[in-house]
């Protein structure tokens, strides 16, 4: 029996949207809070257990009978290390034997800006190993659907002021991941091994403005401002102090290049080319 925790979320989700096109419904086991925001994978036949990852209780009774347990990494960011090491644990108390965890593929981790907001990836990685469970890490790159929250809204007339340089990124899509995720866990030989899942080629800011242009038609600009004018514009626009310390941290990983490790163990495992920007913008914008 599999489980996918995050399933009301979109990797999560997605994952066992394919995980049913794989093996049957019935070997497949989610974790949720709000049972209501499950109802159609209920509908698919897929077992909804209810828990939480503050509770490590409601989480060892969720995963009792669980051979394969995909632990999404949270997105609460209040002590989501407490959080995913309560996972690992409840895991192994309930008897799990491996578990597959998604981190964070990226590299300069010990001088990132990013050190903050990835560590936790790391160290829920280190937890599952001292666990002596069977584990894979699915370390994932950007997600392609990240680059609207990075850019905002209304790129098409203000063009992408983005303090990113000339930094790369493998964007690929989430739901290829998702799709490479259904394979790993229906399939068998993945005990121990880690997968930098990203796209096979790195892109620039300045490429999605062009892929932007193609694909709208309109001349998309990109201008790469200083720390200061970014901080400067988002401030005067409202935008929370939290959350422009987070966009400077990826504009400024991003820059720095930490992301630019582009590899092919998502094509290895989807078993074809992840989409490349062009199309990811397309499916995004479409
Ligand atoms: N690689 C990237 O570019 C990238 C970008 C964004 C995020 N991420 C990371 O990848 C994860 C998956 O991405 P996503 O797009 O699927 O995120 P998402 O749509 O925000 O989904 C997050 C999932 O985590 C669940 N969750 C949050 N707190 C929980 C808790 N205390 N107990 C149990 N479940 C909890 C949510 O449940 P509810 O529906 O109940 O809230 C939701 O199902 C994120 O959580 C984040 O850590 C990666």
Redo the contacts with the bound molecule.
């Keep these: 029996m599999i489980l996918v ?10 994952t066992v949207e394919f995980l049913t096109k794989k093996i049957p419904a019935g070997n497949i086991a989610v ?4 049972e209501n ?1 499950a109802s159609d994978l209920k509908t698919l036949g897929v077992d909804v257990r209810t ?4 509770d490590k209780d409601s989480l060892v009774k969720a995963f009792r009978g669980i051979d394969k347990l995909l632990l ?5 960011f209040n002590d ?1 290390l407490g ?1 995913q090491k309560k996972a690992v644990d409840a895991a192994k108390e309930a008897g799990v034997k491996h578990i597959l965890y ?1 981190g ?1 593929s990226m590299q300069n981790f010990e001088n990132s800006a990013l050190q903050q907001i990835m560590g936790d990836h790391f160290e829920t990685e280190k937890h599952i190993s001292a666990s002596g469970l069977d584990y894979t890490f699915l370390r ?4 392609a ?2 680059i609207p929250m990075f850019i905002g809204e209304h790129v098409l007339e203000t063009g992408i002021n983005f303090p990113a340089g000339n930094g790369k990124v493998p964007f690929s899509l ?1 739901t290829e ?1 998702a799709e490479a995720f259904a394979n790993v866990l229906s399939s068998e030989g993945h005990e121990n091994k880690i997968y930098e899942i990203s796209n096979t080629e790195s892109y620039s800011f300045g490429d999605v403005a062009k892929a932007l242009s193609a694909h709208s038609g309109k001349t998309v600009t990109y201008n790469s401002p200083s720390v200061e004018d970014f901080t400067k514009a988002l401030t005067e626009a409202g935008v929370p102090e939290p959350m422009i310390g987070f966009s400077l941290a990826f504009a400024t990983g991003t820059k720095d290049g930490d992301f630019d490790i582009p590899n092919n163990h998502l094509e290895q495992l989807l078993g074809r080319k992840p989409s490349a920007l062009n199309e990811a913008i397309r499916e995004i914008y479409q």
């Design positions: 925790t995050g399933a009301t979320g979109n990797l999560g989700k997605a974790l949720v809070r709000d925001k828990g939480d990852y503050h999404i990494s949270s997105n609460d989501r959080q998604t964070v994932d790159n950007l997600y659907d990240v989430r991941m």
